[in-house]
């Protein structure tokens, strides 16, 4: 067992422990839910509902189950209601395809991660909850009520969420998790819906809960809907992508490279998730507009004349122009757009655009082309810091220290070697 699968099994089991004493402290102080089979019910969905979460960041899976449980929550009353959700959520930790692949670990850390979660919600939420039976003008206190807990089931969530996936896997880069306001709001407006369900179902009776369910579902929808969305502008960039690097060999990597580069100079710079994820969707598309670049410019095996630098960006401007109309793309070719300006001399850019043309500065250098070999890592800090000017200092050395951090080494391993090379491309580009 290597030291990533001994500190994942003793995670797993931690976070197991913590959830299995959660629920026995429970059983200790609260009462089981009655009737059973409105638990059941209830229950079912939640699972459901759970098992059918959909990503809308980087591992990051939101599901509409807080309506579910806030529902229950107020059904089940003060007496019962955290044992009744913490139980509803210890059920939804073994996924089907667990027991397919046999795996132990994941439904582990489902299970701490999701009692612990619930728990916490549901104690936020028992002071709203009114201390005799529910009545119409306890709608008010129960949703304001609900959408609060909702808040407080959400921030342990995804902390919990991000430490797991942190410790679990290591070797993997987490993208900035962007827009999670929004979906701290579009839950906690779900845990508002599910106090109102809760006290429709003990004002009117089991005859409610189609509507219930069907409530339930359309809140999973809206969810399903945005990731669907989001699923689509990524493959949509993908396929610029995949486009381009079929086109120019050379840059076969270079956009993930530029996206990875300007990914951790912009943490270092502290950009928010938001910033973070149009800076790296623009250093996938930022040369995109090579699909217009005439094939004897885009494979000339020498270095491009003034003139035909010029006519290049020309070509590239254009599609930027084009893709600049598509309201999704707007952001992230404007960035790109303003890379650009800042190599054809312009002062007045962005710090995204400022970030990419150092990234993409620095993958140039360290990659060898059909004209010029890769110069060493440190040869490319110092021609770095020679344009401070151009990219800032704060860009340069948040980017140099990133990559020093890192202890990745890119480029040629010393002059000597860069010399060598060089010599062969130059004999490559006479023969041809």
Same mark, same amino acid.
């Given at each position: ?31 089981? &839910? ?16 759970? #098992? ?17 449980? #806030?529902?229950?929550?107020?059904? $089940? ?7 009744? +959700? ?65 808040? *407080? ?16 896997? &290591? ?21 508002? $819906?599910?106090?109102?369900?809760? *006290? ?11 509507? !219930? ?23 949509? !960039? ?10 120019? &060999? ?10 990875? $580069?300007?990914? +951790? ?53 254009? +599609? ?7 309201? #999704? ?45 890769? +110069? ?25 220290? *990133? ?30």
């Amino acid at each position: 067992m290597n030291p990533n699968q001994r500190n994942g099994s003793i995670l797993a089991s931690t976070l197991a422990v913590l959830g299995a004493a959660t629920l026995v402290a429970l059983f200790l102080l609260q009462e089981l &839910p009655e009737p059973i089979w409105v638990w059941v019910a209830f229950a079912a969905a939640f699972v459901g509902l759970e #098992f059918s979460s959909v990503e809308v960041s980087d591992r990051l899976y939101v599901s509409g189950s807080r309506m579910a449980a #806030f529902t229950a929550a107020v059904v $089940f009353g003060r007496g019962s209601a955290v044992l009744a +959700v913490a139980l509803m959520a210890a059920l939804a930790a073994l996924h089907p395809d667990d027991l397919r692949q046999r795996s132990w670990r994941r439904p582990a850390v489902n299970f701490g991660q999701l009692v612990l979660s619930a728990t916490a919600g549901i104690l936020v939420f028992i002071p709203f909850l009114p201390v005799d039976a529910v009545a119409a003008s306890d709608l008010p206190l129960l949703a304001v009520g609900a959408a609060l807990a909702a808040a *407080a089931y959400d921030w342990v969530n995804f902390r919990l969420v991000r430490f797991i996936v942190r410790r679990l896997y &290591p070797e993997r880069t987490l993208l900035p998790w962007s827009k999670l306001l929004a979906s701290h709001i579009a839950l906690g407006v779900l845990g508002a $819906f599910g106090g109102i369900l809760g *006290a429709a179902y003990v004002l009117v009776g089991p005859v409610i809960l189609p509507l !219930i369910f069907v409530t339930f579902l359309v809140g999973q929808m809206g969810f399903r809907s945005y990731s669907q969305l989001r699923r689509a502008h990524e493959d949509t !960039i993908g396929g610029f992508v995949k486009a381009v690097e079929a086109l120019d &060999p050379y840059t076969r990597g270079h956009t993930e490279r530029v996206a990875g $580069f300007a990914r +951790v100079t912009a943490e270092r710079l502290g950009l928010d998730p938001e910033r973070l994820e149009r800076l790296r969707w623009a250093a996938l598309l930022h040369d995109v507009g090579k699909v217009a670049v005439p094939a004897r410019l885009l494979h000339k095996q020498d270095t491009l004349t003034d003139d035909e630098y010029r006519e290049t960006l020309g070509h590239m401007r254009a +599609v930027e122009d084009l893709l600049a109309g598509v309201e #999704f793309l707007s952001p992230m070719v404007g960035i790109a757009a303003a890379h650009h300006a800042l190599l054809d001399g312009s002062t007045e850019v962005s710090l995204e655009g400022r970030i990419l043309a150092a990234a993409d500065a620095f993958d140039a250098m360290t990659s060898t082309r059909s004209y010029r070999a890769a +110069v060493p890592q440190p040869t490319a800090f110092d021609l770095l810091r020679s344009r401070r000017d151009v990219y800032g200092g704060d860009v340069v050395d948040a980017l140099i220290a *990133a990559i020093e951090a890192s202890g990745e080494q890119y480029g040629s391993p010393d002059e000597e070697s860069a010399a060598a090379v060089e010599r062969l491309v130059r004999e490559r580009a006479i023969r041809a």
